[in-house]
């Protein structure tokens, strides 16, 4: 099982990045598929989450209206398009797969939002 994270970087407040996870080892469309967060100093969190057709998507407060989450399950691929990024989004964000009784994390990307 793996789940690859890409995408991330130094971005300008104000800016945009998409980070993707590619995903092997495991059967994708059955999975629901989050975005974790992890800044210094403070707990993990969840940013996004998506149902494994696409049907259902869930964004926390502080990024609603600024990120989509979105999925290809022909490309085994989760996707989470960040605009409008502030200092505060800046964290390791790491690509989740569950479903009851799975439960796979990838190794995280940096993303970075400083002028």
């Known amino acids: 099982v793996q789940l690859v994270e890409s995408g991330g970087g130094l971005v300008q407040p104000g800016g945009s990045l998409r980070l993707s996870c590619a995903a092997s080892?495991?059967?994708?469309?059955?999975?629901?598929m989050r975005w974790y967060r992890q800044a210094p100093g403070k707990e993990r969190e969840l940013v996004a989450a998506?149902?494994?057709?696409?049907?259902?998507?869930y964004y926390a407060d502080s990024v609603k209206g600024r990120f989509t989450i979105s999925r290809d399950n022909a490309r085994n691929t989760v996707y989470l398009q960040m605009n409008s990024l502030k200092p505060e989004d800046t964290a390791v964000y790491y690509c989740?797969?569950?479903?009851?009784?799975?439960?796979?994390w990838g190794q995280g990307t940096q993303v970075t939002v400083s002028s």
């Open positions: 989740n797969a569950w479903k009851l009784g799975y439960d796979y």
């Open positions: 080892g495991f059967t994708f469309s059955s999975y629901i």
């Open positions: 998506i149902t494994s057709s696409s049907r259902d998507t």
